[in-house]
């Protein structure tokens, strides 16, 4: 019944900011206790954890990152929004969005996923 759907450009140019934003439905992101979930696949690679933000408005990024990474929420839209500053190619990826129940060691309910390309 909850339901998340990523959107934003398909495709940023090096060195611009990407900016996806997740809609949550049947469900707020201000609910005890869930993390809000940004995850990317890359062609060819596995998936990577970029970071949440929680019920609290707490935010968590994967030190992995090369690109500055900012999570942040709209509570009256029901949203949270990724961004992501300075991009290169290697950002290239599935972006998908989604959701972790305190204590769980998955997500139980994700978006669809939405292709970025970063190219000039």
């Known amino acids: 019944q909850v339901q998340l759907q990523e959107s934003g450009p398909g495709l940023v140019k090096p060195s611009q900011t990407l900016s996806l934003t997740c809609t949550v439905s049947?469900?707020?992101?201000?609910?005890?206790?869930?993390?809000w979930t940004w995850i990317r696949q890359p062609p060819g690679k596995g998936l990577e954890w970029i970071g949440y933000?929680?019920?609290?408005?707490?935010?968590l990024y994967s030190p992995s990152l090369k690109s500055p990474t900012s999570i942040s929420r709209d509570t009256s839209k029901n949203q949270f929004t990724l961004l992501l500053n300075s991009v290169t190619p290697e950002d290239t990826a599935v972006y998908y969005c989604?959701?972790?129940?305190?204590?769980?060691?998955?997500?139980?309910?994700w978006g669809q996923g939405i292709q970025v390309t970063v190219s000039s």
């Open positions: 049947g469900g707020s992101i201000t609910t005890n206790y869930y993390y």
């Open positions: 933000i929680n019920w609290g408005g707490g935010t």
């Open positions: 989604a959701r972790r129940p305190r204590l769980s060691t998955y997500w139980d309910y």
